[in-house]
């Protein structure tokens, strides 16, 4: 099994999720599943998170599961537990950063300037998630805060206003492992029942950061 960064690596792309009830936990995961996309982060955006985190790591261990929205020692603790093979947040806190190294899990800090980044990666960080990413200025402000640490080599995962007619654009850089997703499954859509479109934009989601990895290479 590939470890969990390289995983979704290979995919390009993370959906990432805010799920309110822990019955629709399954019957996401089968979603995801159907339409080819092995990774979800759960944000913990939902009293929800933690339970639909065990849930899907006992009914179905063959979907990689991550936490989202980790924003205090208290949730990278339940997460773990929970069996999130990795974590994100929106911004740097060091103090979550050694934590979640203590505890053996990759976990990918938010930034959004080169002054955030300066930080992250004195900590060592070298993977980092650029958020909110479309209203940061997209593709070329990535490029151009990252130009001074390309020596470093650190990855970004951009998330926040992505869209699937942009994957392309962020992947076409090579400091992007993948993006991260909220239009794969709506809270609403989740809400709804209305899985079988979610497996088709997972499906969708694929094929597109495919076609955008095999164009880079």
Same mark, same amino acid.
Request: hydrophobic letters at 50%.
């Given at each position: 099994?590939?470890?969990?960064?390289?995983?979704?690596?290979?995919?390009?792309?993370?959906?990432?999720?805010?799920?309110?009830?822990?019955?629709?936990?399954?019957?996401?995961?089968?979603?995801?599943?159907?339409?080819?996309?092995?990774?979800?982060?759960?944000?913990?955006?939902?009293?929800?998170?933690?339970?639909?985190?065990?849930?899907?790591?006992?009914?179905?261990?063959?979907?990689?599961?991550?936490?989202?929205?980790?924003?205090?020692?208290?949730?990278?603790?339940?997460?773990?537990?929970?069996?999130?093979?990795?974590?994100?947040?929106?911004?740097?806190?060091?103090? *979550?950063?050694?934590?979640?190294?203590?505890?053996?899990?990759?976990?990918?800090?938010?930034?959004?300037?080169?002054?955030?980044?300066?930080?992250?990666?004195?900590?060592?960080?070298?993977?980092?998630?650029?958020?909110?990413?479309?209203?940061?200025?997209?593709?070329?402000?990535?490029?151009?805060?990252?130009?001074?640490?390309?020596?470093?080599?650190?990855?970004?995962?951009?998330?926040?206003?992505?869209?699937?007619?942009?994957?392309?654009?962020?992947?076409?850089?090579?400091?992007?492992?993948?993006?991260?997703?909220?239009?794969?499954?709506?809270?609403?859509?989740?809400?709804?029942?209305?899985?079988?479109? *979610?497996?088709?934009?997972?499906?969708?989601?694929?094929?597109?950061?495919?076609?955008?990895?095999?164009?880079?290479?």
């Amino acid at each position: 099994m590939l470890n969990p960064i390289d995983l979704i690596a290979s995919l390009g792309v993370v959906p990432v999720i805010a799920i309110e009830r822990v019955e629709d936990a399954v019957p996401l995961a089968d979603a995801l599943l159907e339409g080819g996309l092995p990774v979800a982060e759960i944000t913990f955006r939902t009293e929800a998170a933690a339970d639909v985190l065990a849930t899907i790591r006992d009914a179905r261990p063959e979907l990689c599961i991550g936490a989202g929205t980790i924003l205090d020692r208290d949730n990278l603790a339940r997460a773990v537990a929970s069996g999130a093979r990795f974590g994100l947040a929106p911004g740097y806190d060091p103090e *979550i950063v050694d934590a979640a190294k203590a505890a053996g899990m990759p976990f990918c800090p938010g930034i959004m300037t080169p002054s955030d980044l300066s930080l992250a990666a004195a900590r060592g960080v070298r993977l980092a998630k650029f958020f909110p990413a479309g209203i940061a200025g997209g593709p070329k402000a990535l490029a151009g805060i990252s130009a001074p640490f390309a020596h470093l080599n650190i990855r970004f995962i951009p998330t926040g206003g992505v869209t699937e007619t942009t994957i392309g654009e962020w992947l076409a850089l090579k400091a992007v492992v993948a993006v991260g997703g909220t239009w794969i499954a709506k809270t609403e859509d989740i809400r709804e029942g209305r899985f079988a479109e *979610i497996a088709k934009s997972a499906a969708s989601a694929v094929r597109i950061a495919k076609q955008a990895l095999e164009k880079r290479a």
